[in-house]
């Protein structure tokens, strides 16, 4: 929940940072060219290029107000992760889940490979679970008949990958 208001309040800031760019160029890039000159009785107007009203001052600072406010909160509060990190973030989940249904064993295996993100090396395993080396091949062996992982030969040893 606390995600979606947060992802709510990114896309209304850049709403308002996108609104005030465009508003900042039409003012800077189309002042208004009208002067009106009243002498007495006689009123005059006069085309004027670059000319600004109190009225575009005006607007220009709220925009720029905003813009910087925008700009300030998008680069500084808003964390957007690469993509990479997102499908390993969705993957660990599926993983977890995963684990929740395997024997005491495979599922202490299984989630120190989802620790080490996804893929390690089978000798660390004896030492990170404090289990024989045969052990480890055992569960490995049994993870790999149910399609929960896969071994890769990495010179003089194995890499465990989940997948």
Excluded: C
């Excluded at 060219?33 to 007495?40: A, F």
């Excluded at 107007?45 to 700009?71: M, N």
């Excluded at 500084?76 to 024997?103: C, D, H, M, N, Q």
């Amino acid at each position: 929940m606390k995600g979606r208001e947060f992802h709510g309040k990114a896309i209304f800031v850049a709403a308002l940072f996108v609104a005030s760019v465009f508003i900042l160029g039409l003012k800077l890039l189309n002042p208004t060219s009208v002067q009106i000159i009243i002498e007495g009785q006689n009123t005059t107007t006069a085309r004027i290029p670059e000319f600004f009203t109190l009225e575009d001052v005006i607007i220009v600072a709220v925009a720029s107000f905003i813009l910087g406010v925008s700009a300030t909160y998008l680069l500084y509060f808003v964390s957007i992760k690469p993509a990479g990190e997102l499908v390993l973030e969705e993957k660990k989940k599926r993983w977890r889940e995963i684990a929740k249904t395997l024997k005491n064993d495979e599922q202490k295996m299984y989630l120190a490979i989802i620790e080490a993100g996804g893929m390690i090396e089978q000798s660390k395993l004896p030492e990170r679970l404090g289990v024989s080396k045969a052990s480890v091949s055992r569960t490995l062996d049994l993870l790999e008949s149910k399609g929960l992982v896969e071994r890769k030969r990495r010179g003089a040893g194995n890499v465990v990958l989940l997948k």
